[in-house]
């Protein structure tokens, strides 16, 4: 009673997958096993990679590793030596055939396995521990993190007696499945004896993940369907517009038509010739009356 679940195994199949991702049924021993090598040849060939995690995936013919890293380069080493040299090293240990894939890890300051083995370096090289948890603390939580707990236990600064010492900043909910918790361990190799660092990252919930792709997505759809909606108009627009010419005969004016528009126009010019004789008698009679 009392003891804490590990963080990663709480939430498998929730929000967390397998690191080893194959099935066997006589075999399940060797393959264990086998993975167990590569993990530990690994870590021994690249101790200053920065190698947070490493997944084995098995196929019929094929086994893939990907390493998580935060130094790419040096796992690549010069042309892609080093890399050449893991495979045939890993390939010597379980002979099969190896695909290593290499993922950059962008903010290795939120990567519990790497800020854990961080701390224990500067344990190692005699830095007080207490500066030590809390500037990683902080900077976790200037580069995102939600909450941190950091957890050192051993003879601390030289003690005669061990003892603990804790460093916590925000929340970090362990109990709850959602959450995104990530976890590391790592051990301090001193002259007095080790010190184990534990450290327990809070990156906020896998659900709101979700739901902030399902909104990308459904924008994403919002927006086709608006371009589509828009070429649609634009293609009516077009139609119209190369129908409009076409339209243009039908309004021909024909004989008839040409005829009744001619005659009020007839009539208007006529109306003028037969008023100008009615202003020139008019004037005549006017004359003859002055002169009467």
Do not use: C
Request: proline fraction near 4%.
């Amino acid at each position: 009673m009392g003891q804490k679940v590990h963080p990663h195994g709480f939430r498998l199949g929730y929000i967390y997958d397998w690191n080893s991702k194959w099935f066997a049924d006589r075999t399940y021993t060797e393959l264990l096993h086998e993975d167990l090598a590569i993990r530990a040849s690994i870590k021994k060939g690249l101790p200053d990679a920065g190698i947070s995690r490493v997944e084995i995936e098995r196929n019929t013919n094929q086994v893939t590793v990907s390493i998580y890293t935060a130094r790419p380069g040096i796992v690549i080493g010069r042309g892609g030596q080093r890399v050449d040299e893991l495979r045939t090293n890993l390939e010597g240990i379980t002979g099969r055939k190896i695909r290593v894939n290499i993922n950059e890890i962008r903010i290795p300051e939120i990567e519990a396995p790497l800020v854990a083995r961080a701390i224990a370096e500067q344990i190692e090289r005699r830095v007080a521990h207490r500066r030590a948890i809390k500037q990683a603390a902080m900077r976790a939580m200037q580069r995102g993190a939600q909450g941190i707990r950091i957890k050192i236990s051993g003879r601390l600064g030289g003690a005669d007696m061990s003892r603990t010492d804790k460093e916590r900043q925000g929340r970090v909910p362990l109990q709850t499945l959602k959450a995104n918790v990530d976890y590391g361990t790592s051990e301090a190799r001193t002259t007095l004896g080790r010190i184990g660092v534990k450290v327990w990252i809070y990156k906020g919930d896998a659900e709101d993940e979700r739901e902030r792709r399902r909104a990308a997505r459904a924008s994403a759809l919002e927006a086709a369907e608006g371009e589509e909606g828009i070429e649609e108009a634009a293609a009516t627009e077009a139609t119209t517009e190369e129908g409009a010419p076409e339209a243009e005969p039908a309004a021909e004016v024909t004989p008839e038509a040409e005829a009744a528009v001619e005659a009020p126009e007839g009539e208007a010019t006529a109306e003028p010739e037969t008023a100008e004789p009615e202003t020139e008698t008019t004037t005549k009679e006017a004359a003859t009356d002055a002169s009467a």
